[in-house]
Structure formats: structure tokens, C-alpha cells
């Protein structure tokens, strides 16, 4: 089948028919916003994952949590930051600072 749609593997055809499978037609669409989930969220998901020994796309039905790749990136921050890591950061540019430099005169030209 992977072949057929010139994918080099069939594991996203996989992962698609599991995603129907599970949450029908809402699973196949493509969210327009991200979802935050709570860090506590994300630590019950890890816990349960590291408990039981479930896959990671067993752990995301089990979560309802579409993107088994997202608790790969958690399982993979956890490891490397602790529970620190798993909180939400601030998104974006840094708002303008309101002390703003003073600017240098300009010598004059006699």
C-alpha cells in the first residue's frame, strides 16, 4: 500500500487507519491550533506509559491524544529536564522593553 501512494513505508498508512479506527473522522483531520495540555496531564501519560509498558500509540489511544510523536517529545524532555521541562514556555518574540536605549547625540559639523 506504501508503495502505491509513493511512501517509502507503510507506517503512516498505519497510523491513519488506527486514528480512524479510534476517534473516526475527527482523528484524520488536522488540528488548526495546538492543544497545551496540563503538565500533571502529560505526567499521568508518562507514568502509565512507563508502568505498563505500552507503545507509545497504545498510550495515545489510551489518552485519547492523537499524536503518538507527542509523547515521544514529552518522554524525551522528561528525561532530559524533569518535570521542569514539561511546563509550557512562552511562545514568541520578547515584548519591547520599556527602557529604551538613549541615544547617542550626534556630533555636530562645525
Known amino acids: 500500500m506504501g508503495k502505491r501512494y509513493a ?5 503512516p498508512i498505519r497510523r491513519w487507519v488506527q486514528a480512524y479506527q479510534t476517534f473516526g473522522e475527527e482523528g484524520l483531520k488536522r488540528k488548526r491550533s495546538k492543544q497545551v495540555y496540563p503538565v500533571q496531564f502529560k ?6 506509559r512507563k ?6 500509540q497504545e498510550t495515545a489511544i489510551a ?3 492523537n499524536n503518538s510523536s ?3 517529545n514529552w518522554t524525551r524532555i522528561f528525561n532530559k529536564e524533569g518535570v521542569e521541562g514539561l511546563r509550557g514556555k ?5 515584548s ?3 527602557n529604551l536605549k538613549k541615544r547617542r547625540p550626534k556630533p555636530k559639523n562645525p
Request: no cysteine.
Open 43 to 48: 505526567l499521568d501519560v508518562l507514568h502509565f
Open 90 to 94: 512562552a511562545k514568541g518574540r520578547p
Open 63 to 65: 489518552f485519547h491524544v
Open 51 to 56: 508502568k505498563t509498558g505500552a507503545s507509545l
Open 7 to 11: 511512501l517509502p513505508d507503510k507506517t
Open 70 to 72: 507527542l509523547i515521544a
Open 96 to 98: 519591547m522593553s520599556k
